[in-house]
């Protein structure tokens, strides 16, 4: 009796899957160096007295420290100012764009999964503080996610054809990044010039600045990187299910978080404007989904028979 036939995994196979779970170690890691960080500047925010206490005749002794305090003050002002005041070139003009901490990055994702009407992303969750961290990691894991479950699921498909050679298809992770990136800046930046050229000098004061609006779009992105991964199942219908789910929930985010903008504009623009948001969303969607996850459709050959021969079977008869 012969043994079944086993699953031969490639080595580019793995090659795939070891890039998939080193990416998210080192995502880990690092954000549970950020925490520590963050846990060891907040251990002592500072004190504004110091007390010494001894047990000699001239009783306690107490040393009032506000004044170090209200020159802290200050030269924390001085500080911020020439901070506002640095150039690009610089470290600390990047640095405040990276200025969170893990709990507020949880947060975010998790109302970006999570929309609720009503709830403006930016003033409940980003409040004043946005960020390019979230955003940037975000695209990052999608374009590894969205590449090495594309190829993952090719092989599935395709494992029961014996014409199939496995060849790991790399040049996926570098089309998944240009399509990703250039959908998290591309779109908001033409959505921040868009509503700034309709709003003119009331953008200043009521509308949201450009950082708000990459981080906005940025954020929406996450709920497509568990949905990459379960496209895997070759399930045709399951796939368009989700996809519909992932865009109805993404997409909600950014309607209602644009919509208290472009609502002041006139009807026919306000709703202009949410059905391109809306319609650029499916489209990133739906192209990962059909240039990645291509279904496989295995064509049985067909063998010709042979015609009788009809000559012969004449003569047979004579």
Not at 107 to 136: A, E
Not at 264 to 287: C, N, Q, R, S
């Amino acid at each position: 009796m012969s043994q079944p036939d086993r699953l031969q995994v490639p080595g580019g196979l793995l090659l795939w899957m070891n890039a998939w779970f080193s990416s998210v170690f080192f995502m880990s890691m690092f954000s549970a160096e950020l925490e520590e960080a963050a846990e060891l500047l907040s251990a002592d925010p500072g004190a504004s007295t110091l007390s010494l206490a001894s047990s000699g005749p001239a009783g306690s002794t107490r040393v009032d420290l506000e004044d170090e305090d209200d020159f802290g003050q200050e030269s924390s002002e001085l500080l911020g100012g020439e901070k506002q005041t640095s150039g690009f070139w610089t470290f600390e003009y990047y640095q405040s764009f990276f200025n969170v901490d893990t709990v507020q990055v949880l947060d975010r994702i998790k109302g970006s999964v999570m929309p609720l009407p009503g709830r403006n992303f930016i003033r409940h969750h980003i409040r004043n503080n946005p960020d390019l961290y979230g955003p940037f990691w975000i695209c990052a894991t999608l374009v590894f996610s969205v590449a090495i479950s594309g190829n993952l699921s090719t092989f599935l498909s395709e494992q029961g054809d014996p014409r199939y050679h496995y060849r790991p298809q790399f040049h996926k992770v570098s089309i998944a990044a240009v399509v990703v990136f250039l959908y998290a800046w591309l779109v908001p930046l033409a959505m921040w010039g868009f509503l700034t050229w309709r709003q003119g000098t009331e953008r200043q004061t009521g509308g949201y600045s450009f950082l708000e609006t990459v981080c906005v779009y940025g954020y929406s992105l996450f709920i497509y990187i568990p949905t990459s991964v379960l496209w895997i199942i070759p399930f045709e219908w399951l796939r368009w299910l989700l996809i519909v789910v992932a865009m109805v929930i993404s997409g909600s985010v950014l309607v209602i978080t644009f919509w208290p903008v472009v609502c002041d504009d006139t009807k026919a623009a306000a709703f202009t404007t949410v059905a391109i948001i809306m319609l650029l969303h499916a489209l990133l969607a739906i192209g990962c989904k059909l240039y990645f996850f291509q279904t496989a459709v295995h064509a049985v050959p067909v063998i010709p028979t042979a015609a009788p021969n009809r000559t012969t079977a004449t003569q047979q008869d004579h």
